[in-house]
T-cell receptor
Framework: DGGITQSPKYLFRKEGQNVTLSCEQN?????MYWYRQDPGQGLRLIYY???????QKGDIAEGYSVSREKKESFPLTVTSAQKNPTAFYLC?????????????FGPGTRLTVT | AQSVTQPDIHITVSEGASLELRCNYS??????LFWYVQSPGQGLQLLLK??????LVQGIKGFEAEFKRSQSSFNLRKPSVHWSDAAEYFC???????????FGPGTSLSVIP
């Protein structure tokens, strides 16, 4: 079955440590996205990538970094510079970049930093 | 700036009752609008979308939404709610200047037997 996988489902880290969240898709989609979800705030876009080796900052990119070395993979690193990293992180993909294309979401990773 | 508001943070309905979730947007032109659903601890799933044409849009799981330009609204409806509809519902609008989707804060739906 085609889809998006995110691992792990739950992640715990100590403050000051960088952590990388995995996102893999086998839908052959060109575009991939990372969102952060906080209670009562909906989803906010962190980074997006239209094609391999290219990515753009979203609305809240500070303290995060990404790479897109392969079409199917778009890992997100939460760095120690992110002031409030505890959140639910969602990865998504679409056939091509452009909001008119339906985005397919992974199950999410809940990150807790203490 | 384009934005989306969902006035109801939480709604509780009885199983079998009708449902309407409210969504208001601010945008200067014809908007592209979406409704997504999120089950607990899961990702989002697209229920329906409006780009143009008929203002009453049919979606999956028996949902529909009506675009009303005069009220800047895109309310989601279902005639008879099932217990499995308990979830978080997000309205969203396309931000054309960046070709990205802006999500509302969400409405949490509880269904009581």
């Amino acid at each position: 079955d085609g889809g998006i996988t995110q691992s792990p489902k739950y992640l715990f880290r100590k403050e000051g440590q960088n952590v990388t969240l995995s996102c893999e898709q086998n839908l052959n989609h060109d575009a991939m996205y990372w969102y952060r979800q906080d209670p009562g705030q909906g989803l906010r876009l962190i980074y997006y990538s239209q094609i391999v080796n290219d990515f753009q900052k979203g609305d809240i990119a500070e303290g995060y970094s990404v790479s897109r070395e392969k079409k199917e993979s778009f890992p997100l690193t939460v760095t120690s510079a992110q002031k409030n990293p505890t959140a639910f992180y969602l990865c998504a993909s679409s056939i091509k970049q452009g909001a008119t294309h339906e985005q397919y979401f992974g199950p999410g990773t809940r990150l807790t930093v203490t | 700036a384009q934005s989306v508001t969902q006035p109801d943070i939480h709604i509780t309905v009885s199983e079998g009752a009708s449902l309407e979730l409210r969504c208001n947007y601010s945008y200067g032109a014809t908007p592209y609008l979406f409704w997504y659903v999120q089950s607990p601890g899961q990702g989002l799933q697209l229920l329906l979308k409006y780009f143009s044409g008929d203002t009453l849009v049919q979606g999956i799981k028996g949902f529909e939404a009506e675009f009303k330009r005069s009220q800047s609204s895109f309310n989601l409806r279902k005639p008879s709610v099932h217990w499995s509809d308990a979830a978080e519902y997000f309205c969203a609008v396309l931000k054309t200047s960046y070709d990205k989707v802006i999500f509302g804060p969400g409405t949490s739906l509880s269904v009581i037997p």
